[in-house]
């Protein structure tokens, strides 16, 4: 028998199917037979990985509307060079959203230096988060297909350019469970101004069940929906309800019925988690020096730095994926640099930098690097040439994601895209690559990560993906 | 090598059903490299003896003599559980058979003179006759829409992120409700949803079912979307309905590649959606000319009442617009501003180009607008916006339209293509019907008009082996809670072997013989022994845990609307209109958050005004494809995108917080409180007894008594507490 059946999933929803990892058929009630769904325990207590996992927890920063890499992570000093000539036939087709490649070439605003032991470099934009490149390894030759946002987003999440599927987060919690037990499993923070144009569908569960979504997560005292208690009701009131009805529910049956003990303990965790939770999130117990570092007391730094501070609480805490979005709602708060490229990757980047710097190095000091993976991430990139005469348009034909942490090799360039950045031309990674290597750092192998759906054995990465083994070995 | 394919890991036994399935499986195995014409054949032979594929048999319910069988399904059920040494489960109680055949029939709890109706009449016909009144109840086909439109996929709006709301689309939904309700026969059924429009050309109802076609998600997308891919994607949802919904065979897996289990080649999948070649999805309009001019005016009307707050708004609005413009145009790089500058006939093609593109920079977004109106103004703008959002509350309902398909003039040509992508067209393919399954004589069809009529009489033929296996095991699973054949969207090679196939081709048969009438397959369900069966199961006596032989009822979870429906019913809040449009209730602040827009996003969720509409059944909720409703989303509804056979049904603590906090919980809990408060005052006995026959139709053990008053003579505020924990029990929230 394999690794990580998910034995709650309630017996009758696996016609539909459920397995992680049995690897055969639409066999799962079978696997009832043999006792496993009748364990009353939580469908998200943690599971054993496939094999030796290198990260326990994911912190996925991504980036809405597409920071432009030239001017991050992946110099061109070619760009520069030829800034306002029209790009050379040779670089091939340039497929735009709005553009067709045939506006002038735009240089990079920013200057680029290197930095560490490795001495990678990294634009003016990331000041903070460059002194940590050798902890960081790029890789600068993915690719997505779609130019639109939605769709790449969802190729991003999912691995598919609809909505249709389970969001990474939800596979790796199907896969995994959680550490903790009195906070949700996947946790997603958007920016507080609106969400990715993708929607709350960019971190679906899909057909997966319902104990596997994203749970949204704020700031604040009522960081969970629901789970404050209404204002007349106090703890004490509130346990007093719960007593009467755990007694009422035991006369139904609880004690034999492993469904109906999974009920009465999802009201104890519920319980639990309402004083759990607030004090998860409150950020008062945080030295005035680790605020300041997450950029707290600054106004452009303060709500991102707050929910990347959270991130750390709740990694620390055993929460197992955790999505957080720099970007959504208006144009203005989005990386979507159409125009201005200067004003508003400066804005943006001025917003995450010092944040992104204080989490990378507030979790190794605490040592939770090494079992954390952070991964920094869009929908694509932009393209080398203008658009509006100072903005660029979309490019998913190349771009840079980088990750850290979570036995990910740092200092380490993966790939390369062409001299001016259009195309990916070294070591071209694919979403299903990009997933696959996530997976694989968690322990989970993605080939036998799937669920039964509709006769089909779904999986994240569909026929697979190439791991990007350079990226830890 | 086929096994190689599915990572059979697993070294032990997986059980009978599965060795029966792999028998079946060799032979077509050993033909699944099969490359040439002859092969192909060969191959087909080899699964053609598959049960799915063969005609349905005529099997006789095994003789037997035991009191026991009432009905036919029950001679059935019994050999098989008398030939693994079982015995049934006894019978189930009256009071729980009652709340079991309300909730699986209407998907209401009864209430006490319903209850009261059935328990105190001690003719041996008491539960006969309530099954008859049941099914013939307007509650009956909403019942059954929610299953049916949880395996069409249906949903108000398009899906994605633009999400478009599709304003005649309800009118889908209540024709499946009516056509349940009438027991419209299967055959009708499905031909008119495929092919109402061609079928029966002056019957707006059959045009109305074709919403079919067009239920699932649809990816509009800003920027340039390529309109041959968009296509591709309309047909490929199209093809994926028919194959998982009517025929249950996963054909969908054949659009890349040649079906790895099922006989399926990827020439039968574009075969199939040839028959979709010249469908369009389409409002149709079904309103008379009176009617039309009647909106018309109405329109105009409306259009005139708003015509003053936004004459208002505009005037606080303008100045600050050119304002924003102007800041905008002193902040241009110096090569626009110039070109903005020269007059217009003075410019040359590049200044033209330098100035539109200009123009384009100093159009101000809405926040900037915002940004500069001092705040009394702003104010003031508020005020008018939220007035101009509760006129558009009152904008007139669009004419009457049916959601539903139109033929082009003509077919365009249907290409294999190449894993599935449009870039890659390779051989042509006429309509024509699965070479596993053959034609039962019935024309494909090559005409731009008439493609899916010939699909529908081929499907609802009634020789063909799928069509009423594939409902009736759909009814049975419904009923039941778990399919004969496992999975009711796909009866093929990796759907698993079904329990019981001489009891599903027995039903199959009667099916068909009956006029394809899914009351009576119902009636023939719950009528029998086997439906009445106590679901307990004592501590460690259960030698067929995973109950595959029905030796007894399944006890689960209800559905998220059923939960949400039983607890207005409880509450005595329940308003039980049937159909029309959609209901937007109230969300959580969290929830409108969420909602996607880069305008302004002071007016993304308009509730629907009237207080009442809100305490509607939950089929009649809007059903908005990326706004999904938290309470309803926690307790597993499914999302539209894909089509969903068996609801997941999943136990976690965010359940348990929207019941106990959540703003739906507090007010039904305490409206649930007031009624028991109103109709008993302070008399504990009333409040226990009222309490049980509104939640679970049922009178307190003594037992349960003593909890009760115990707990309710604790204070004031006891009672609201007492309404809360009876609505979150476990026998509340569960079919018996």
Redesign the interface.
Known sequence: MELGWNAQVSRRCVLRGAANGFGALALQHLLVRGGLAKRAESPLAAKAPHFAARAKSVIFIFNVGAPSSMDTFDPKPALNRLAGEPMPESFGKVGGQFTDGSAPILGTPWKFKRYGRSGLPVSELFPHVARHVDDICFVRSFFTRSVVHAPAMYEVHNGRLFATHPSIGAWATYGLGAESENLPAYVVMPQPEGTPEGGTSCWSPGFLPSVYQGTLLRPGPNPILDLKRPAAMSAGRQRRMLDFLQQMNRLDGAEYDSEMAARVASYELAFRMQSHAPEAVDLAAESARVKREYGLEQERTRDFGARLLLARRLVERGVRFIQIYSGGGPISMQWDAHKHLKANHEKMAGHTDRPIAALLGDLKQRGLLDETLVIWGAEFGRLPTSESGNGRDHNPHGYTMWFAGGGVKGGRVIGATDELGLHAVEERCSMRDFHATILHLLGLDQHRLWYLHNGRHEKLTDFGGAVIEKAFS | MLLST?????G?V??A??AV?FAALLPFAAAAQAADAADQRRRLQAVRGFWAFQPIADPQPPATASPWVRTPVDAFILAKLTAAGLQPAPPVSKEKLLRRVYLDLIGLPPTPEEAAQFLDDRSPRAYADLVERLLASPHYGERWALKWLDVARYADTD???R?GYREHAWRYRDYVVRAFNADKPYDRFVQEQLAGDELFPHDVEALIATGFNGAG?R?I?????DKEESRQEVLSEMTAGVG?VFLG??V??ARCHDHKFDPIAQADYYRLQAFFAATDPADRNTASTDALLQHEAAVKAYEKRLVPVRKQLKQIEEPYREKAMEIKRAKL?P??RAALDTPERDRGEEQRR?AE?AR??ISP?W??VVALIPDEQKARRRKLRGRMHALELERPDPAAAAFAVANRDEAPPTHVLKVGDYRHKQELVAPAFPAVLGSFGVDAGQSARGRRASLARWLTAPEHPLTARVMVNRIW?FRM???LA?????L?L???MPTHPELLDFLARKFIALGWSVKAIDRMIVLSNAYRLAA?????SDAD??N?LYRRA????LEAETIRDSVLAASGRLNRAAGGKPVRVPI?R??Y??????AE?DNLWPVTPDEAQHRRRSLYLLNR????L?FL????Q??A??????????????????M???RFM?TESRAFAERLRASCGSGVRCLVDRSYQWTLARGP?S??RR?AEE?LT?GQ?RLD??A??ML????F??RP
């Not at chain 2, 997308?221 to 979307?225: A, P, R, S, W, Y």
């Not at chain 2, 958050?593 to 880069?598: A, K, M, R, V, Y």
């Not at chain 2, 494809?625 to 999904?628: C, H």
Request: net charge negative; hydrophobic share 30%.
């Open positions: 599915i990572h059979w890991h697993n032990t997986p059980g059903r599965i399935l899906g994605f992120e999400d998600p990816h997308v800003g920027g340039n979307q998982q065979l996963t969908q897996c790089a090569h626009f330098l593109e384009k920079q977004m926040y900037e699973e809670g778990s399919g496992p999975d009711p969207n796909n093929g990796l759907g698993g307990e199961t004592a501590a460690g845990a995973d595959e399944n006890r689960r979870r959580e969290e929830v958050d969420l909602i996607f827009t880069e996003p494809r990326t706004v999904r938290p989303a926690n307790f597993d499914p999302d995108m894909t089509s969903c056979a068996v609801r997941s049904r999943s136990t976690h603590a965010l359940q348990a917080l929207s106990l906090n959540g507090q053990s037992e349960e909890l707990f604790g505020a507490d007492y809360l924990a979150n029990r476990n026998e929230v569960y």
